[in-house]
């Protein structure tokens, strides 16, 4: 099992910056990758990045690339961090964002993780 708890959301005018933080603990069964995910009122869950166990892989959406940045540190052996820098942020960015681990499919924008965590708000102004 794992334990995911994010943090960081708020409420930011368009143009502006936010850095969301998710903390991992327990075991991961799989291959450990995280990944981010929002979702918007009246819409599906959508993917926004992800990143590799190690950190060495990292994906963005199209819609997000340049802005946002995803990042990890598992030097914790207890507890993993995952980041998600959010720069340039537009009001079409309002939404829960989840974090989640252990992808079931290699293809880690696929929208079926084991674990989530119970989101966070991020609302822009314009």
């Known amino acids: 099992q794992v334990q995911l708890v994010e943090s960081g959301g708020g409420l930011v005018q368009a143009g502006g910056s936010l850095k969301l933080s998710c903390a991992a603990s327990g075991q991961f069964r799989s291959s450990g990758a995280m990944g981010w995910f929002r979702q918007a009122p009246g819409k599906e869950r959508e993917f926004v990045a992800a990143?590799?166990?190690?950190?060495?892989?990292?994906?963005?959406?199209d819609s997000v690339k340049g802005r946002f940045t995803i990042s990890r540190d598992n030097a914790n052996n207890t507890m993993y961090l995952m980041y998600l820098q959010m720069n340039n942020l537009k009001p079409a960015d309002t939404a829960v964002y989840y974090c989640?681990?252990?992808?079931?499919?290699?293809?880690?924008?696929?929208?079926?993780?084991?674990?989530w965590g119970q989101g966070t708000q991020v609302t822009v102004s314009s």
């Open positions: 990143i590799s166990w190690s950190g060495g892989m990292t994906f963005h959406a």
């Open positions: 989640a681990a252990d992808p079931r499919y290699s293809d880690y924008s696929i929208n079926e993780y084991d674990f």
